[in-house]
C-alpha cells in the first residue's frame, strides 16, 4: 500500500456539533467572510474578529470526535507511516481521535499567533485584541488561523505528499477554497486515485475517480474497512 493523503473539511465534523461554512444556516450565512476571516477585517474590527473565534474556540473544545474521524485514526494505525490527514479544518478532533499526522493548512483555533515577532502559544478561551504576546509583550496577537489572503501552512510538504500519493481521499469539503480544492487534481496529475466522501457533490466532484454520498459517520468507516 503506498501513500495516502486524505484532505478534510468542516463536513467531518458536522456530526460532532461544529457548524460547516456554506451549508444552510452556515457560519458564512451568519458573518461576512471579509468581516471575520481576513485581515483587512481583523484590521477594522479586532473585537468582533476576536470574538467570532472565541465563540468557535468555546464550542469546539465541548466538540468530540465522532466515528468518522475515529476510523481515519485507525487508518492511520493500521498503516503506519502511510496516512497523511490534511484538515481545513481549524478544530483538533483529528488529534482527539488519536490521529498523529495531521497537517492544519488553515491554522488552529486552540493556538494564538503574535503578528510581531511570529510566537506561537496556546490560545486562552477568550483572546482579546490587547492581549500582550507572552514573549515580546506587543499587543498584536490574533488567532493561529490562515485568512483570504493569507499563505496556507505547511504547502511545500502537501504538495510534496500529493505527488507521491497512491490514493487522494477529499472528505466533508465543499471543494471551493483553494488551494486545496485543487488538491485533487495535482493528485490526480501525479497518478494517483482520487476518491469524494462527502454530503453532497462538491464543486469539484468531477474531477474524482470515486466518488460516495452520504454522511461522514456512515460513509468513512465503511470506506476505512
Ligand atoms: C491563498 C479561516 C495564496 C479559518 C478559511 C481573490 C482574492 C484573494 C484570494 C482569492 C481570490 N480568489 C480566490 C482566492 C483564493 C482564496 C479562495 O479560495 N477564495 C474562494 C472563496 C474563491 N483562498 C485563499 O485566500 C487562501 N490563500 O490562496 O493564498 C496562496 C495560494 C497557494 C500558495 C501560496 C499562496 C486561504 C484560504 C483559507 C481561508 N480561511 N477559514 C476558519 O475560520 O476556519 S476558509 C474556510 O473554508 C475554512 O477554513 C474551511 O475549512 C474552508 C473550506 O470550507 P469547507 O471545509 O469545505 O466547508 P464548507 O462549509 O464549504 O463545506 C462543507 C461540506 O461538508 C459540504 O460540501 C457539505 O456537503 C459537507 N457536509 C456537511 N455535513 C456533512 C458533510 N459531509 C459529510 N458528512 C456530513 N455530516
Known sequence: MGKIVILTGAGISAESGLGTFRD??????????????????????PTLVQNFYNT??????????????????????DYAGQVLIVTQNVDSLHEAAGAEDVLHMHGQLDRALCSGCGHRWAAPENMTPDDPCPACAA???????????E?????????DHLRDADIFAAIGTSGQVYPAAAFVQDA???????????????????????THFGKATQIVPIWVD
Open 139 to 149: 499587543p498584536l496577537t490574533r488567532p493561529d488561523v490562515v485568512w483570504f489572503g
Open 56 to 77: 468557535r474556540r468555546t464550542q469546539a473544545a465541548r466538540a468530540r470526535p465522532n466515528g468518522a474521524h475515529r476510523a481515519l485514526a485507525r487508518l492511520q494505525r
Open 24 to 45: 444552510e444556516g452556515g457560519l458564512w450565512s451568519q458573518h461576512r467572510i471579509e468581516d471575520v476571516a481576513t485581515p483587512e477585517g481583523f484590521a477594522r474590527n
Open 188 to 210: 490526480a496529475r501525479a497518478g494517483a486515485h482520487t476518491v469524494e466522501l462527502n454530503l453532497d457533490p462538491s464543486s469539484v466532484v468531477s474531477d474524482f475517480a470515486e
Open 151 to 159: 499563505m496556507p501552512y505547511h504547502m511545500s510538504e502537501i504538495w
